[in-house]
């Protein structure tokens, strides 16, 4: 039996709307190339109509065609349906675009084409088609030229994209932009010279014009009048669709306000409020929070990859495809794409690639950038104490429970005031504040932080007191300088991190903690930076490697001291 799931996960949705739009695209590429047959010879272009009806005329060619265009369409409307927010690349407007005005524009061709042939076997080849379009109602030329531009180019982005975030796709995009230009230039001057042709035979033979207007029916009202209706009828059902599409948005707008709003937070503090239902990608979009996402949202390039910090617990599961491209990342389970979760609650998540990667970027191997931007930051380290007794006799599954309580208030502490945690080893995390602030507001946001670790590890330690042996007790070390910021990374894992000697100044302050038996040393530079008075707190000069100059630090016992 097939698991219904495979039709609620967006991927096998868009990979059957890819399929049905590949299959158009042939034929269009074909149709094309019967035009460009014009500039051989006009019977070149006549000739191989009869290709063209043996194949798209046969059974399974009809079934093919129009299963093609009935599947992509429907999934095109449920695509609109399904896209939160249109704050979406240039490009992707115009595939949208472009995509929803094929139809109004194309209805007349298929109903005077395909329809006539069908219902009343009437076959009209280019003869016809050229005259009518070119001679009798140049619009309706004018109109076939610019559906058939707008098709062509709303396929080509739709492959483009498609290949874009493929690692080879620079080698052979030169190739595909080259046919992709070529081809309908040909065709349309196939269509000229077709056109031309025509025309002279038609003044050369009268008789033959009026012999191929009797025989397309051009002018038989009991073709042409049926012909129309259907025309009629099709665009009134476009519009009906359409029209229910965003009554259907709107319902769901109200019953989404109904339901609530969730709060997404991001580092630097800031925060989208979305309805249940958005995915974290369309929450950046809707906050204006850039966010990279190379495939546009389409769970193809991984780009939109985010660590979630809080609430891991209450996700969604991922759906099989994301699942598929999170393990070929490696990823652990607090790593999910963007694109495709939907959280259900309050959560708090850190976007791992820089917003504006360019798709060659995510193409890199094996490097090590470390000349990226030099930047005063402040740099906090966390570890947990006396850890071993915290891990001893529990179960694997309960010690990764642990800690990631432990890490869901710790980084949601560094989060939520302005800071991006960023490394978690064994049981402990770095985190970094200033990526977006300056020095000041840095280290303001550090000493903010401590404090509100301190509340939500005491809130934990409440929570979980019948799971402890003993509360969570922890030691932070805390300093601020200029360090080199930059990705660090092989293959398709890479991190932002901070690489100088605040850093290794920062985790020996972290260990300082032990030796004064106290929740948090902090340099005396943090302090002065932020502008906080802190002469109150015991001061120590320590030696720390990179320094000549000893370096003055305060003792905090209990970080909930640091409130003024
Ligand atoms: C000026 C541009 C075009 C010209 C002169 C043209 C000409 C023709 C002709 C002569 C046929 C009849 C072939 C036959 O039945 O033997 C045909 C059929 C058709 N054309 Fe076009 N065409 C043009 C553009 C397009 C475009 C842009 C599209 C689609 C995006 C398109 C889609 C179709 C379809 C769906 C059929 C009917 C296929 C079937 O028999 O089921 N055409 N066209
Ligand atoms: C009948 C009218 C059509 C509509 C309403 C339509 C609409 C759409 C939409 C909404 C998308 C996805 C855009 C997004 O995810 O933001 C799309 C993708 C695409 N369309 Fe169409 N389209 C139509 C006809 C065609 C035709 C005739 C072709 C082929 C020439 C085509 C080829 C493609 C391709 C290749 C894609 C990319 C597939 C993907 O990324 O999922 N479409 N179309
Ligand atoms: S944006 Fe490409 S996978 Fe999410």
Request: proline share 5%; with cysteine.
């Amino acid at each position: 039996m097939i698991d219904s799931s495979i039709f609620r996960d967006q991927m096998t949705i868009r990979r059957l709307r890819l399929a049905a739009g590949l299959v158009m695209l042939s034929y269009l590429t074909l149709h094309l190339g019967m035009h460009a047959l014009g500039n051989v010879s006009f019977e070149a272009m006549e000739w191989s109509t009869r290709i063209h009806d043996f194949v798209w005329h046969s059974v399974p060619g009809t079934i093919v065609l129009y299963g093609a265009f009935a599947i992509h369409f429907s999934l095109a409307l449920y695509a609109l349906y399904a896209r939160r927010s249109f704050r979406i690349s240039a490009g992707e407007v115009v595939r949208l675009v472009l995509g929803f005005s094929i139809l109004p524009l194309l209805l007349h061709h298929f109903a005077a084409g395909r329809y006539v042939y069908s219902a009343f076997d009437v076959t009209r080849r280019y003869d016809v088609v050229l005259t009518v379009y070119f001679s009798f109602v140049p619009f309706w030329g004018w109109r076939q030229v610019t559906v058939l531009l707008v098709t062509w180019t709303h396929g080509c982005l739709g492959v483009h994209y498609w290949l874009r975030a493929r690692s080879n796709y620079h080698k052979f995009a030169p190739i595909l932009l080259a046919s992709a230009t070529l081809l309908p230039v040909l065709a349309l001057l196939g269509i000229w010279q077709g056109t031309r042709q025509v025309l002279a035979q038609w003044q050369l033979h009268p008789e033959w014009l009026q012999m191929a207007v009797r025989d397309g029916h051009v002018h038989d009202p009991s073709v042409v009048g049926p012909s129309w209706t259907l025309e009629v009828q099709l665009y009134s059902t476009y519009v009906v669709l359409l029209a229910l599409v965003f009554v259907a948005r709107a319902v769901r707008w109200l019953v989404e306000r109904r339901r609530g709003l969730i709060n997404i937070a991001y580092p630097g503090g800031r925060v989208a409020r979305v309805p249940v239902g958005y995915t974290v990608l369309e929450a950046s979009r809707r906050a204006s929070i850039p966010h990279a996402a190379i495939c546009g949202g389409r769970g193809r390039c991984t780009t939109c990859r985010i660590r979630v910090l809080r609430g891991v617990d209450t996700l969604p599961p991922p759906s099989a495809s994301e699942q598929a491209l999170l393990d070929r990342l490696h990823a652990g389970p607090s790593v999910r794409l963007a694109c495709q979760l939907r959280p259900r609650s309050d959560t708090a998540v850190l976007p791992l690639l820089p917003p504006d990667i360019g798709a060659s970027e995510t193409r890199r191997r094996d490097y090590f950038k470390a000349s990226d931007i030099e930047r005063f930051v402040a740099i906090m380290f966390v570890d947990i104490r006396r850890s071993t007794a915290l891990v001893e006799k529990r179960l694997p599954y309960d010690v990764v429970f642990l800690l990631n309580n432990f890490f869901d208030a710790v980084a949601g502490a560094v989060v939520d005031t302005g800071g991006m945690p960023n490394q978690f080893v064994g049981d402990g995390m770095m985190a970094i504040f200033g990526i977006h602030a300056g020095p000041r507001e840095a280290c303001s946001q550090a000493l903010v932080a401590a404090q509100l670790i301190h509340s939500r590890l005491a809130d934990m330690n409440r929570t979980l007191a019948d799971e402890l042996p003993e509360p969570i007790a922890i030691g932070v070390g805390l300093h601020a300088g200029n360090v080199i910021l930059g990705e660090l990374g092989y293959r398709d894992r890479f991190l932002l991190t901070a690489i100088g000697d605040p850093v290794h100044v920062a985790a020996r302050l972290q260990e300082l903690t032990k030796d004064y038996d106290c929740q948090l040393v902090v340099s005396d530079i943090v302090a002065a930076t932020a502008g906080v008075e802190m002469s109150r707190f015991p001061v120590r000069e320590v030696n720390v490697r990179g320094r000549a100059e000893p370096l003055a630090v305060r003792i905090v016992g209990a970080m909930n001291e640091l409130v003024a």
